[in-house]
């Protein structure tokens, strides 16, 4: 009975194991990418743009969308990130707007990446929507294992029990 409890307990543990290391892994590996550090920002304030993959000292181009505007010029560090603040001109206007970063990225090909902006009025700030949800599934799984080994531990205990009163 030991050896089932041990063997479902390390079933669950490597079961666990193994989705937590699935989750944390992208396939296929992404080229680069840019993320700001807001999605909403007022026309004249700044948003931080920050980006991976890129090719270390490649001049990345940073530009704002509709109309197109030059925001300015990176060159990712060794490990091919960067991080940069710019301000967004009031020439934005209010609206949807894209941020992208166009340039060399680490596998040598020519890439153009985006990111959406929401500007607000020159020099009013707006405020983010709610996010609801979970992009993580990990807790699901550690639900599902933790049911899993209480099966198995109330199927030893009534084996155990059933043993006793047979007297096997």
């Not at 080229?31 to 807001?38: F, V």
Request: a positive charge; glycine letters at 14%.
């Amino acid at each position: 009975m030991r050896r089932l409890l041990l063997t479902s307990i390390l079933v669950g543990a490597v079961l666990f194991g193994a989705s937590a290391l699935a989750s944390a892994q992208q396939y296929p590996p992404s080229g680069p990418t840019i993320t700001l550090s807001s999605q909403n920002v007022a026309g004249g304030g700044a948003v931080t743009v920050s980006g991976t993959g890129w090719q270390p000292g490649a001049q990345i181009t940073i530009t704002v969308q509709s109309p197109a505007s030059v925001l300015g010029t990176v060159s990712p560090g060794a490990s091919g990130t960067f991080s940069v603040t710019f301000q967004i001109p009031c020439s934005a206007g209010a609206g949807q707007h894209t941020i992208t970063g166009s340039g060399t990225g680490q596998d040598g090909q020519q890439h153009s990446v985006s990111a959406s902006l929401t500007v607000g009025a020159c020099g009013v700030a707006t405020r983010a929507l709610a996010t609801t949800g979970s992009s993580s599934l990990s807790i699901y799984v550690g639900i599902g294992v933790a049911f899993m080994l209480l099966g198995a531990a109330l199927t030893v205990a009534f084996a155990r029990r059933r043993k006793e009163r047979l007297g096997i």
